[in-house]
């Protein structure tokens, strides 16, 4: 009787155990529908400023899915992010040089254009550059240029050259990009040499240059917008749209591209090779070409639009803002940056000297 009574616990906690499996396996299925299948999750890492809530969201509705959106503060720290390891990203957005540089890298995945129907939508002007030559890996985003930014309340003297950076007058009231290819740039512009120089001896004039400049700058800052709203700093080295978002609110905020020259930039979408939801980013890619939704960034990001037919959607004062599309005589004053190829060591030396001073 006993042994019977034994025989048949044993049973039942063979019964529990299975049941116990069944349960867990329930909770399981229920806990990721209910925090939303990573399938239909679409990660992106990009700039700030770059993503409003309001595309974001748009996606997620017309797509049934999640969209996360996460940000970098150079392209560099992008490059490192992606060296080391991180695979959940579908979508990232580095500038032309860094293109090139990836597509050499490999960590690149080739768009499928057929998926890409909006793509005879972007101005020829904006495609086929020297980064991307076919555009196979990249579509652009937003285009535009580093400059100065400087409240003309408080700054009542002319901003028309880099070297306000260096005049005594100005200590502690300005910021510099945190930027190993942007700050340097401003370096050799002002000394009259091109942003992507290899020779040494300029690079090595360039750093003497910042350094000199080191105990004037209140901070080192790629988000300079809100210093500049904030009243932090009166005068910038900043990208233009984050310029204009900062005159949004405090309109006596002026844009100005230095006479010596300064640097252009192509913002572009690409799709990492260890990407999670190819299809998805696809997806996506072609939403962020539809003129509508296109004019929708260039208004919140306040750079320019690749798709001419979106200009129909946007605003008067975006469509006639002449720094945004700046004319011909100063486009010809810009460079673009280029990937340097193992040069490039040279000037994360030189930056981190710099900082260190
Ligand atoms: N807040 C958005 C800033 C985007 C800047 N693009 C960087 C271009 C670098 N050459």
């Known amino acids: 009787m006993i042994k019977n009574i034994a025989f048949n616990t044993q049973q039942l906690k063979s019964i529990l155990h299975v049941l116990t499996l069944i349960l867990c396996l329930f909770i399981g299925t229920v806990a990721l529908i209910g925090?939303?299948?990573?399938?239909?999750?679409?990660?992106?890492?990009?700039?700030?400023?770059?993503?409003?809530?309001?595309?974001?969201?748009?996606?997620?509705?017309?797509?049934?899915?999640?969209?996360?959106?996460d940000t970098y503060g150079s392209n560099e720290d992008l490059l490192a992010k992606l060296k080391a390891g991180a695979s959940g990203y579908d979508i990232i957005m580095p500038s032309d040089y860094m293109v090139s540089k990836m597509i050499q890298m490999e960590l690149l995945a080739k768009?499928?254009?057929?998926?890409?129907?909006?793509y005879d939508k972007i101005s020829p002007f904006y495609l086929d550059k020297y980064f991307d030559p076919k555009n196979n890996y990249s579509i652009p985003y937003t285009f535009g240029t580093a400059g100065?930014?400087?409240?003309?309340?408080?700054?009542?003297?002319?901003?028309?050259?880099?070297?306000?950076?260096?005049?005594?007058?100005?200590?502690?009231q300005f910021s510099m990009?945190?930027?190993?290819r942007e700050t340097p740039g401003v370096a050799l512009k002002l000394l009259g040499y091109s942003l992507n120089t290899k020779d040494i001896d300029q690079l090595q004039q360039a750093k003497e240059k910042l350094i000199q400049q080191r105990n004037l700058v209140k901070q080192y800052k790629n988000e300079a917008e809100e210093l500049l709203i904030s009243g932090d700093v009166v005068m910038a080295h900043c990208w233009s749209g984050d310029a204009f978002r900062a005159?949004?609110?405090?309109?006596?905020?002026?844009?100005?591209?230095?006479?010596?020259?300064?640097?252009?930039?192509?913002d572009n979408v690409c799709i990492p090779k260890s990407a999670p939801h190819i299809e998805l980013a696809h997806k996506f890619?072609?939403?962020?070409?539809?003129p509508e939704i296109n004019a929708k960034i260039s208004t919140f990001t306040m750079y320019g639009t690749c798709v001419p037919s979106a200009k129909a959607y946007l605003p008067k004062?975006?469509?006639?803002?002449?720094?945004?599309?700046?004319?011909?005589?100063?486009?010809?004053?810009?460079?673009w940056?280029?990937?340097?190829?193992?040069?490039?060591?040279?000037?994360s030396r030189v930056w981190d000297e710099v900082k260190a001073n």
């Open 177 to 180: 990009l945190d930027d190993q």
């Open 111 to 118: 768009l499928d254009r057929d998926k890409i129907t909006n």
């Open 285 to 290: 890619i072609n939403y962020l070409l539809r």
């Open 317 to 335: 004062k975006l469509l006639e803002h002449k720094d945004i599309y700046p004319s011909k005589e100063t486009m010809d004053s810009l460079e």
């Open 148 to 172: 100065i930014a400087y409240d003309s309340s408080v700054i009542t003297s002319v901003v028309d050259s880099w070297n306000v950076f260096w005049d005594i007058k100005n200590k502690n």
């Open 337 to 347: 940056l280029k990937d340097l190829g193992d040069f490039t060591q040279k000037y």
């Open 247 to 266: 005159a949004e609110k405090r309109p006596s905020i002026k844009y100005v591209i230095p006479k010596e020259g300064s640097s252009q930039f192509i």
């Open 35 to 69: 925090c939303g299948d990573s399938q239909n999750q679409l990660n992106i890492f990009t700039w700030p400023g770059y993503i409003s809530d309001e595309i974001r969201a748009g996606f997620e509705q017309e797509f049934g899915v999640k969209v996360i959106v």
